[in-house]
């Protein structure tokens, strides 16, 4: 049997992660008050005021409890998105709109797979970032880092990306509805382009009643879809991980399939099983969004700008060509389709 913690071991844990977590939160309500003041992305200015008190990751007694916000409620954040998916979503679109998501996921991961060494990347930073654009934006890029063997630029890699892709994703938001207007999209394609394209859950969102209440509601159902992918890609990233790639300079593996990635799909079924009572499901969607915006606060504060900088021109140019091959996949195959 599994010894628990005494009551004075546990009373102790909390003490020494308390100040660190207590910080995060912080952090993170700014950023959810000032994005809520000023139509910003609440990560993206979590991220940034996280590492404008970057000091705080290293210094006093707040270290502890960072690095448990940004490794062990991260992943609790994204095993709850489990709570946003079920199989009754998909029925209202119809297998080829359906297939266009999946296939648009898959093949940007490919693309960027496969090009990332002409930009001078290495697989780990070329999987973080088709990843998270194929899917969704900056929770992907957590989930799929916490999967990938480590080394000493590990979170510089994975701050670009979150910035990289949020930045993208607001940029999206506002370009895309233009161009959905501009060629006449209908309400079912120009979601669908919406939905298939744009990083962030939030922006789509934004972008998709933008243009029309149908059209907000198809792109929101189609990034659910995208998100919905998290888990199967997760974990045949984790077998090949596992299969191919060198351990962690410790010795260490990624587990075959993450916890996290385990409670997301339970989490999934169980929703798509009407297991889970809407007010409790509501809740637990909310509950991941602030642990999400906590985590990435955090992520801020263990940051050195300067190195995170250092990844340079060819780490841009990569994200924004998996960006734009996404939109223009997505877009060809919905003109094809109506």
Not at 265 to 277: C, H, R, T
Not at 291 to 299: G, S
């Given at each position: 049997?599994?010894?628990?913690?005494?009551?004075?071991?546990?009373?102790?844990?909390?003490?020494?992660?308390?100040?660190?977590?207590?910080?995060?939160?912080?952090?993170?309500?700014?950023?959810?008050?000032?994005?809520?003041?000023?139509?910003?992305?609440?990560?993206?200015?979590?991220?940034?005021?996280?590492?404008?008190?970057?000091?705080?990751?290293?210094?006093?007694?707040?270290?502890?409890?960072?690095?448990?916000?940004?490794?062990?409620?991260?992943?609790?954040?994204?095993?709850?998105?489990?709570?946003?998916?079920?199989?009754?979503?998909?029925?209202?679109?119809?297998?080829?709109?359906?297939?266009?998501?999946?296939?648009?996921?898959?093949?940007?991961?490919?693309?960027?797979?496969?090009?990332?060494?002409?930009?001078?990347?290495?697989?780990?930073?070329?999987?973080?970032?088709?990843?998270?654009?194929?899917?969704?934006?900056?929770?992907?890029?957590?989930?799929?880092?916490?999967?990938?063997?480590?080394?000493?630029?590990?979170?510089?890699?994975?701050?670009?990306?979150?910035?990289?892709?949020?930045?993208?994703?607001?940029?999206?938001?506002?370009?895309?509805?233009?161009?959905?207007?501009?060629?006449?999209?209908?309400?079912?394609?120009?979601?669908?382009?919406?939905?298939?394209?744009?990083?962030?859950?939030?922006?789509?969102?934004?972008?998709?009643?933008?243009?029309?209440?149908?059209?907000?509601?198809?792109?929101?159902?189609?990034?659910?879809?995208?998100?919905?992918?998290?888990?199967?890609?997760?974990?045949?990233?984790?077998?090949?991980?596992?299969?191919?790639?060198?351990?962690?300079?410790?010795?260490?593996?990624?587990?075959?399939?993450?916890?996290?990635?385990?409670?997301?799909?339970?989490?999934?079924?169980?929703?798509?099983?009407?297991?889970?009572?809407?007010?409790?499901?509501?809740?637990?969607?909310?509950?991941?969004?602030?642990?999400?915006?906590?985590?990435?606060?955090?992520?801020?504060?263990?940051?050195?700008?300067?190195?995170v900088m250092s990844v340079g021109g060819a780490a841009i140019a990569l994200i924004i060509a998996e960006t734009i091959f996404i939109a223009a996949l997505v877009l060809a195959g919905v003109k094809l389709m109506t």
């Amino acid at each position: 049997m599994v010894a628990l913690p005494s009551a004075d071991a546990l009373r102790a844990r909390v003490g020494t992660l308390a100040p660190g977590v207590l910080v995060a939160v912080i952090v993170a309500v700014a950023a959810q008050f000032l994005a809520s003041h000023y139509d910003t992305p609440a990560m993206l200015l979590a991220l940034l005021l996280g590492i404008a008190v970057a000091f705080l990751g290293s210094e006093g007694k707040t270290p502890p409890g960072i690095a448990f916000t940004a490794r062990t409620l991260l992943r609790l954040g994204v095993a709850l998105l489990g709570v946003r998916i079920s199989f009754s979503m998909l029925a209202g679109l119809g297998l080829p709109l359906i297939a266009l998501t999946v296939g648009g996921v898959l093949a940007t991961i490919a693309f960027g797979m496969a090009v990332g060494r002409f930009f001078g990347h290495k697989w780990r930073f070329s999987l973080l970032t088709a990843g998270s654009v194929a899917i969704c934006g900056a929770s992907a890029a957590m989930a799929i880092s916490a999967i990938l063997p480590k080394d000493e630029r590990s979170e510089e890699r994975l701050i670009f990306t979150v910035m990289g892709v949020t930045i993208l994703s607001t940029v999206a938001m506002i370009a895309y509805p233009v161009l959905v207007q501009t060629l006449g999209l209908d309400d079912v394609a120009g979601g669908v382009f919406l939905g298939g394209t744009i990083h962030d859950v939030a922006q789509v969102v934004g972008a998709g009643y933008s243009v029309s209440e149908p059209t907000g509601d198809t792109a929101t159902l189609v990034k659910l879809i995208r998100v919905a992918m998290l888990a199967p890609v997760v974990l045949v990233a984790s077998l090949a991980i596992r299969r191919w790639a060198e351990p962690d300079p410790d010795g260490t593996r990624p587990p075959l399939l993450p916890g996290f990635v385990v409670a997301f799909l339970v989490l999934a079924a169980a929703n798509s099983l009407g297991l889970i009572p809407a007010p409790i499901a509501s809740f637990a969607s909310d509950a991941s969004r602030w642990l999400l915006l906590t985590a990435i606060a955090a992520v801020g504060m263990k940051t050195d700008l300067r190195s995170v900088m250092s990844v340079g021109g060819a780490a841009i140019a990569l994200i924004i060509a998996e960006t734009i091959f996404i939109a223009a996949l997505v877009l060809a195959g919905v003109k094809l389709m109506t």
